[in-house]
């Protein structure tokens, strides 16, 4: 790692600039004839974002922003690779340039990689401070293109991504992905979101700016100086597919507080779930619980016989009865259902080499939730489970804030760290957004926040899954929930072919997949070997080629092997796409096997039409592949001579 520093005062309107380490991106700022600063960002120096204006205001509407004293501009280097625990990429570098401007009572950090832009306010001082708005401008051109979905609305992420002018969006939730009129692509997002509102962007008539998601009270946070606001952060791009190679967000935020990674543990898990959304179960008490010992033993048998370690159950504990949304105060998470032996399960599940994941439905009401915190993580570590995943299914938290809220944040932060001093890692449903905190504590393994399966039956349609690694993917993993195998036998139309959901364990990363369906679909499914043989700890990821909304295909090597996969998703429309294979390794054949959408698949029609085949190959080789409408496939290149054994159920006790 290598440090530089140069110090220099400059005070009234001077300039100042910084180039990326390797030149490509520059960045000038200043500070205008009202005491304003101002940043522009640029490609060989042509402007990605204008002159844009940075402001943050507090109780009686003063900037407490503005440069009224002399500024001192410091200048550094960084350079260093770190490692993930678990991630899309094992080795991470993070090289930037710093320049920081610091007056008596702020500072404005900004560190310029080669792909990206982060620039964060730190207040100086000590008492509270009432931040009503922030006002921090990001002024690409209005002629833009943008990818969005709404913010402050009663579904929070769950929406289909729209595709505007950039001057059209409404309030609409970051990561924001606008293509500029010269086809380059810029996303805007922030990293380190702690004890704030999460960022929004709105449309001025200068282009766009951030909106923080407010309180009950109607500012966007109550701070105690002295105080960090997020990173913002720009990603920028020549093209779409370059948008997920950036690890900026994760650059940012600081190395684990957690020493002994040893527990955490990425994991595939299977569920009580799917079958209470196509009605076979309910969360409720009743003939059709679901919950139940009988079912957990069932389930826990078919998770041992199909490879797949850990089981999720939901609607366990008491509270569920009658409109569990609106039950929050009534959920008792250390009271399991009379027909629900936690006890006897979870040891059964641990005779059987099977995780149990368990499940704390909060309703939306945070107060009740943190009145029975910490004893309900204590209460499952009793009977040894280590993951949970939670769920915040509500408008708002407690009758009230926004989820992503100063108050949301707050309270989702506060789990993670329950949890991990006790050595839980969580799945978080109805989430507030990722901005990269994973990587300082990597027991937060991943979180929903997005349209998921949980919408099949005529919600989501296929170009949807064709815009999320280019948006939501770029906050971070993403539990989808994939693997669902009866696309037309229930009564939920899944709008995909059966060769998609395999694609979705590649295109979509996350440290804990689930194998959704329930365990009969998978009975004599040779298809099912690819979620088997599936990793959920990548070496490496290289995103190959895609345009938003159309297609994506990305290529990812086994962390525990020599293995790669290859994935992709289309739209509506059927197309052929190309993959070169020199991701390979040089001067060594590979056996390729490709889960493919037959000839005459189409995921209204024909959706379970797959085709399985094997081929040699090695690095020099291209790979012609067919994807049916609203279709994919999925690639597992093994080194030759290296197979894993293949999967042998046939029915389970």
Request: net charge negative.
């Amino acid at each position: 790692m290598g440090e530089e520093t140069n110090n220099h005062n400059q005070s009234g309107s001077v300039n100042q600039s910084l180039r990326s380490p390797n030149g490509k991106l520059q960045l000038h700022i200043g500070v205008d004839e009202s005491s304003r600063f101002w940043y522009e960002l640029c490609v060989d120096e042509q402007p990605v974002i204008a002159r844009s204006y940075l402001s943050l205001y507090c109780a009686d509407d003063k900037n407490l922003l503005l440069a009224l004293g002399g500024v001192t501009y410091k200048e550094s280097k960084h350079d260093e690779t770190w490692e993930q625990p678990w991630g899309e990429q094992r080795y991470v570098r993070n090289h930037y340039h710093e320049l920081a401007a610091q007056t008596d009572t702020f500072s404005i950090r900004f560190r310029l990689f080669d792909d990206s832009l982060g620039f964060r306010y730190e207040l100086m001082g000590d008492g509270d401070v009432t931040i009503v708005r922030e006002e921090t401008e990001f002024n690409a051109s209005r002629d833009s293109s943008a990818w969005w979905i709404p913010a402050l609305a009663q579904n929070h992420y769950e929406h289909l991504y729209r595709k505007t002018a950039a001057s059209q969006i409404d309030t609409a939730h970051t990561p924001l992905t606008v293509e500029l009129p010269d086809q380059k692509y810029i996303a805007i997002h922030e990293a380190a979101l702690y004890e704030y509102g999460a960022m929004n962007i709105i449309p001025t008539e200068r282009g766009l700016m951030s909106s923080i998601t407010p309180l009950m009270a109607g500012h966007a946070a109550q701070v105690t100086l002295p105080f960090n606001v997020p990173w913002r952060t720009i990603i920028v791009a020549d093209t779409a597919i370059e948008l997920g190679r950036s690890k900026v967000m994760l650059n940012l935020n600081e190395p684990s507080k957690i020493s002994d990674l040893s527990w955490i543990k990425p994991t595939k898990f299977m569920g009580i779930w799917w079958a209470m959304f196509i009605g076979y179960f309910t969360w409720a008490s009743g003939e059709r619980h679901g919950a139940t010992t009988a079912n957990a033993f069932r389930y826990i048998n078919a998770a041992k016989e199909l490879g797949i370690s850990a089981l999720l159950i939901e609607g366990w504990n008491e509270g569920w009865d009658g409109d569990w949304t609106q039950n929050g105060d009534k959920m008792n998470h250390m009271r399991p259902y009379a027909d629900f032996d936690i006890q006897t399960i979870t040891s059964y599940a641990k005779s059987q080499g099977v995780e149990i994941i368990g499940h704390h439905e909060t309703s939306g009401n945070i107060s009740h939730y943190e009145w029975e915190l910490p004893e309900a993580y204590d209460y499952y570590r009793h009977f040894g489970v280590q993951y949970i995943k939670t769920g915040y299914v509500s408008p708002r938290l407690n009758s009230g804030e926004f989820h992503s809220s100063q108050a949301g944040v707050k309270h989702y932060q506060k789990t993670v760290e329950l949890a991990a001093k006790r050595k839980i890692m969580l799945d978080i449903h109805e989430p507030v957004k990722g901005t990269g905190i994973e990587r300082t504590w990597p027991n937060l393994m991943t979180r929903e926040g997005v349209m998921g399966q949980e919408y099949e039956g005529g919600a989501v349609i296929p170009e949807h899954t064709t815009i999320l690694p280019f948006t939501r993917l770029l906050a971070g993993p993403l539990d989808y929930t994939p693997g669902l195998f009866n696309l037309k036998g229930t009564s939920r139309k899944v709008q995909t072919t059966l060769a998609k959901q395999l694609a979705f364990y590649i295109t979509m990363y996350s440290p804990m997949q689930m194998a959704a369906d329930i365990p009969e679909h998978y009975i004599n499914q040779p298809a099912f070997q690819l979620i088997r043989d599936v990793p959920v700890n990548w070496e490496q990821t290289i995103p190959l080629d895609g345009v938003i909304g159309d297609y994506y295909v990305v290529a990812r090597k086994d962390r525990a092997s020599d293995d790669w996969y290859v994935g992709g998703v289309s739209d509506e429309h059927d197309r052929t796409v190309t993959i070169k294979l020199d991701f390979l390794h040089d001067h060594r054949s590979y056996d390729a096997t490709i889960y493919r959408d037959a000839e005459t698949a189409h995921w209204q029609e024909n959706p379970e039409a797959i085709e399985i085949d094997t081929k040699k190959v090695s690095s020099t080789d291209s790979l012609n592949i067919f994807i049916a409408p609203g279709g994919g496939f999925a690639i597992k290149f093994t080194p030759e001579g290296m197979n894993s054994p293949l999967y042998p159920p046939q029915s389970f006790a």
